[in-house]
């Protein structure tokens, strides 16, 4: 049931995460600075809440949150889908970031916690339902916006997760530990978390560059419409799941960490920065390219924080990766939304491609040492 919960949630993501630039552009009339503004609020709301969040999960059961966390984003897509000025718009997106935050991160809390067969294994088949669940999202809402105006699309997702409260009495009830602050302090302060989470902050910096750019580049470049854009998307999700997948499965214990990692940041650079070349046949594969290699990221930064971090402390330690992970993104919505807005959709992947593959020395040099 936890896999379904997670393809639920990156359902409801893709279809919105992606297509609402284009919705505020075309209809809202909303500048790109305001666009890129919507995202890093998206993103801040998340940097107050990830590691109170994280504690509360390790002392009382996670799946309270999920509920919580329910109710809050279908009242906040009911609110989202009728306002149209920017600043009720911008509060009730804050709200709207803050209820996915609960959800999501009381889902990931669950998986650390309950814990039965091999870890990699099971990272592996929990991140094959969220990006097949971003996959089959994307499809859902290319299809729901050829055929439905936006706000009718917000909506239907919020009727979808309030029917999806009544099975939250199947997720697993985690039980809870008391931890004094001081010690998450301690066993984060560390060189090789601190390490891991810088390497992970300049990386998630390209999940900005997408939210405010890709959608935009998608209809501008190559002329794609919404169900288009989602076959696009649809495309890279399957490619990231089966990496998943494939890494749970088969893959984990057969190269170094160190090896999965170049090879990730190699084909994810790389994919950015030549799927910006508007010919459909040619971006959709190196799009792929790149989808394989931040398959092996989101697989890889699982099975690290369950190495780095004791289990009764997994929720608050796996709350400040988070946190980090949000301040990368939020950094890259504040950049390169106007740079996309005044330069071409196409930059700010171009340029996040090439911080992937510049990445690649440093986490060489680090790891080895």
């Not at 601190?194 to 902050?201: C, G, I, K, Q």
Request: glycine share 12%.
């Amino acid at each position: 049931m936890l896999y379904f919960f997670i393809g639920a949630y990156s359902a409801i993501i893709s279809c919105l995460y992606f297509f609402l630039p284009l919705y505020l552009k075309d209809h809202l009339n909303f500048s790109g600075g305001q666009i890129g503004l919507l995202y890093g609020v998206l993103s801040l709301n998340a940097i107050l809440a990830a590691f109170p969040v994280g504690v509360t999960g390790d002392r009382y059961p996670a799946r309270i949150l999920t509920r919580l966390g329910l109710a809050g984003t279908a009242a906040s897509l009911l609110l989202l889908a009728r306002v149209q000025h920017f600043g009720p718009f911008l509060a009730v997106f804050w709200a709207f970031g803050l209820s996915l935050q609960l959800f999501r991160q009381s889902l990931d809390i669950m998986l650390f916690k309950d814990n039965p067969g091999s870890p990699a294994r099971r990272f592996g088949q929990y991140n094959a339902w969220r990006m097949g669940g971003m996959t089959v999202g994307i499809l859902a809402g290319g299809g729901l916006l050829t055929y439905l105006a936006f706000p009718d699309t917000l909506k239907f997702w919020a009727l979808f997760l309030l029917i999806l409260m009544a099975a939250t009495v199947r997720l697993p009830l985690t039980r809870g530990v008391r931890t004094s602050l001081r010690q998450y302090g301690e066993d984060f302060f560390t060189r090789p978390v601190l390490f891991f989470a810088a390497w992970l902050f300049l990386f998630t910096m390209h999940w900005g560059a997408e939210g405010t750019s890709l959608g935009l580049f998608l209809q501008t470049a190559l002329g794609l419409r919404p169900l288009g854009i989602g076959l696009y998307m649809a495309g890279e999700f399957f490619v990231v799941a089966l990496t998943a997948y494939c890494y749970g499965r088969f893959w984990d214990g057969r190269l170094k960490p160190l090896t999965f990692l170049i090879i990730a940041l190699l084909t994810s650079g790389l994919g950015h920065l030549f799927m910006t070349y508007p010919w459909l046949p040619w971006s959709f594969g190196w799009r792929a390219v790149h989808g394989v290699g931040d398959g092996l990221i989101m697989m890889l930064t699982y099975t690290t924080i369950a190495r780095l971090f004791q289990v009764e402390r997994v929720g608050g330690h796996s709350g400040l990766i988070s946190l980090t992970c949000t301040l990368g993104t939020l950094s890259g919505s504040l950049l390169y939304g106007p740079l996309g807005a005044t330069f071409g959709y196409h930059l700010p992947l171009i340029c996040t491609g090439a911080v992937s593959l510049a990445l690649i020395p440093l986490v060489y040099a680090g790891l080895r040492e």
